[in-house]
C-alpha cells in the first residue's frame, strides 16, 4: 500500500470512529431529556408517608413533621396540597439519570432510593400562573408509579398513591 492510500485509509478509520463516537454520546443524554406523554405527568391523589430529612437545618421541624399524611392531588385542570390550590396548572416532566440527579440536588446516591446508578427517574414541576408552585408537591421525582418524593427546602418527603375508597 502507498504512502496516499494508507493516509486516506487512516484518515476514513479516524472519520468513521469520530462518527461513531458522536452518535453514542448523542444517545447517552445525562442531563434532562422533556417527557410529553400524558402517563409522564402526574395524576391522582397522593399522601405523604414518610420524611427524609436532608444535611441543612430546616427552619421550622414542627411544620415538616406536620405534613405526615397531608394529601397532595394532581388533576388536569387543578392541584391541590394542603390547603392549597393551583387553578389550570401547567405540568413539566422530564427524565434524568437518577445518580446525576440525586447527587447534584440531594448529595444523595440512587442506591439510596433503591434504584441503579444508570436509572432514570422522573421529575415533574408544577407551574401556577407562569411561575414555580411552590406548595409541596411543585417539584417530585418519581422512583415509579407507586411512589415518588415531593422535594421542599432540603427535606425529601415520600409519596404513595392513595388507595381508592372500598
Known amino acids: 500500500m502507498t504512502d496516499t492510500a494508507l493516509a486516506r485509509t487512516r484518515k476514513s478509520a479516524l472519520t468513521w470512529t469520530l462518527a461513531a463516537l458522536a452518535l453514542a454520546l448523542a444517545g447517552c ?7 410529553r406523554e400524558s ?6 391523589e397522593w399522601a405523604v408517608t414518610a420524611i427524609r430529612w436532608g444535611n441543612v437545618k430546616v427552619r421550622d421541624s414542627g411544620a415538616v413533621i406536620a405534613r405526615f399524611g397531608q394529601a397532595i392531588r394532581f388533576e388536569p385542570g387543578l392541584a391541590v396540597s394542603g390547603g392549597e390550590t393551583c387553578a389550570d396548572p401547567v405540568y413539566l416532566a422530564s427524565a434524568i439519570v437518577a445518580d446525576r440527579y440525586l447527587h447534584a440536588e440531594f448529595g444523595r446516591r440512587a ?3 433503591g434504584l441503579y446508578r444508570w436509572q432514570d427517574v422522573r421529575v415533574t414541576e408544577v407551574y401556577c400562573k407562569g411561575q414555580r408552585w411552590r406548595a409541596l408537591g411543585g417539584e417530585v421525582f418519581w422512583i415509579d408509579h407507586e411512589r415518588g418524593y415531593a422535594v421542599r427546602e432540603d427535606v425529601l418527603y415520600e409519596l404513595r398513591r392513595r388507595k381508592p375508597d372500598a
Open 39 to 44: 402517563t409522564a405527568m402526574p395524576s391522582g
Open 111 to 113: 442506591a439510596d432510593f
Open 29 to 35: 443524554q445525562l442531563g434532562p431529556r422533556p417527557l
